[in-house]
């Protein structure tokens, strides 16, 4: 017996484009901005502006502790931003505290300085104004030490120098130092465990950035001043580099984003058009 | 010009290798996979040991904060899950890090995610975005009421249907941030392979 295949229509044709067409159409469609800068326009959001306001009304003298996680798939989204952020922080006279959970997120670390340039760019000294810490344990357990018991609980910094010998840590008063937490994380646990350790529990101010897919869930925290600002992805992360004047990768990215999605917009409309085609004409349900 | 390093070849092999499975899984891809595995295995071990090393034993040196095997024999005691006999007492070291996480987190998640968001729900009422996500706050939470009989009856349904369509958009404006998060992820190794690899952009 004989089984009759259905003939495929051009509705069914558009529904089901294989994967690697529409893959490779994304590739080609980010590499020619990359190779070609279009220069589209940036409108600097709301949102990194208020961050940014938060990062400039930070007290002299303060402490700004500066939480870096994210790994190789946050990177390009994240790092332009934590440059950006960096750059401003540096021009400030506030002690940076930047601490990491991993040797990832540490090397990133240092290719913000590599990037940044602080002692030659803007005369600091590490150990004097800025140290990296690197945290074991969960987020909760590292957010608590770093904001109330930083000294009684970690013995060195992340290159083995004992941190009750550092001299920005003379006269450190824990919490009541610390005058902003920067967290910049591609995790949805410790984006939204730092509201509730910063803001709820030790009264912190706090700005955040991380990958635009975490956005919608931390909006609220946001419309709800328990943030001050924050740093939505790519975009957010080329809004800063504008506003600090330092544009890098970020502004150059977000060409590749707009072109790129164009792509993915344009096979949203076709798989639309073919569900409608195949309901009205196409015998679908 | 192309890159000579050769960490760099490695890791656009690697990346290029791993793009493959878009087309089809293959021996290579598996590779590139289980190198990743491998190496993160191999590098929280030495990580761990590490952590070991200057969170406890440098501090315990010399007589000095002895207080510290506790924490370290809590640690060990989770090992005992191996064993069929003995998996019991793995609970203890469990529980011990469960319940300090739950202790330092419970207190702050009351006030960030119910008190400040329910004030913030309610503060916003004299704009008219306030009062959209105060409709579809409410319309959304009647959407998951299932045990009200009279919920059925109209005029709910209409408002149930508000918060079903609340929802939806909700989803919609994630779905369209996921799609950009995984572009802007993988553009960084586009960058990687276009500028850095082959010194062509």
């Known amino acids: 017996m004989t089984v009759k295949e259905e003939r495929e229509t051009i509705w069914d044709k558009m529904e089901n484009v294989p994967r690697w067409v529409l893959l490779t159409l994304v590739v080609i469609s980010m590499a020619i901005p990359i190779l070609h800068p279009i220069g589209l326009p940036i409108l600097v959001g709301q949102p990194a502006r208020d961050a940014y306001n938060a990062v400039e009304e930070t007290p002299d003298g303060s402490y700004v502790v500066f939480h870096i996680n994210y790994g190789a798939g946050g990177k390009p989204t994240l790092q332009p931003a934590a440059v950006a952020i960096s750059h401003h922080l540096f021009r400030k006279n506030v002690k940076i505290i930047y601490f990491c959970g991993g040797v990832v997120d540490l090397a990133n670390i240092k290719e913000i300085f590599e990037e940044c340039k602080p002692e030659e760019r803007y005369g600091k000294e590490y150990g004097k104004d800025y140290v990296v810490l690197l945290l074991t344990g969960d987020f909760n357990t590292q957010a608590s030490i770093v904001l109330s018991h930083l000294l009684a609980t970690v013995p060195k910094d992340a290159f083995e120098n004992k941190l009750v010998d550092l001299p920005m840590f003379q006269g450190y008063k824990e919490t009541e130092s610390i005058g902003l937490v920067v967290q910049l994380t591609t995790s949805g646990d410790v984006s939204e465990g730092w509201v509730a350790m910063a803001y709820s529990m030790y009264n912190r101010r706090l700005v955040g950035g991380w990958l635009s897919m975490m956005t919608s869930s931390m909006i609220p925290y946001y419309q709800a001043r328990q943030m001050l600002g924050y740093i939505d992805g790519s975009k957010g992360a080329a809004d800063y580099e504008l506003l600090v004047g330092e544009p890098g990768d970020a502004v150059a990215i977000t060409d590749i984003l707009s072109l790129s999605q164009l792509v993915y917009l344009a096979f949203i409309v076709i798989g639309n058009i073919a569900l409608i085609g195949k309901k009205y004409y196409g015998g679908g349900k | ?201």
């Open chain 2, 1 to 201: 010009m192309v890159s000579a390093l050769p960490d760099v070849w490695i890791a656009a092999i690697l990346t290029i290798i791993a793009t493959s499975y878009v087309f089809k899984d293959n021996p290579a891809f598996k590779f590139a996979e289980h190198t990743f595995i491998g190496a993160s295995a191999g590098y929280g071990i030495a990580y761990s040991l590490d952590r070991l090393r200057t969170y406890a034993l440098e501090p315990m040196s010399g007589g000095k904060h002895p207080e510290y095997v506790i924490p370290i024999i809590l640690g060990l005691l989770v090992y005992f899950r191996y064993s069929r006999r003995y998996y019991w007492i793995a609970r203890y070291g469990i529980a011990f890090m469960t319940g300090q996480g739950i202790g330092i987190a419970m207190r702050a998640r009351i006030r960030t995610d119910f008190i400040k968001q329910l004030q913030a729900t309610t503060a916003g009422l004299t704009t008219v975005d306030g009062v959209i996500i105060f409709i579809l706050v409410v319309t959304g939470l009647l959407h998951f009421v299932f045990t009200v009989k009279s919920l059925e009856k109209k005029p709910f349904p209409y408002l149930v249907k508000i918060g079903r369509y609340g929802i939806l958009m909700a989803l919609g404006a994630a779905f369209g941030n996921t799609v950009m998060t995984r572009l802007g992820q993988y553009q960084g190794r586009m960058l990687f392979l276009l500028k850095d690899w082959l010194g062509i952009a």
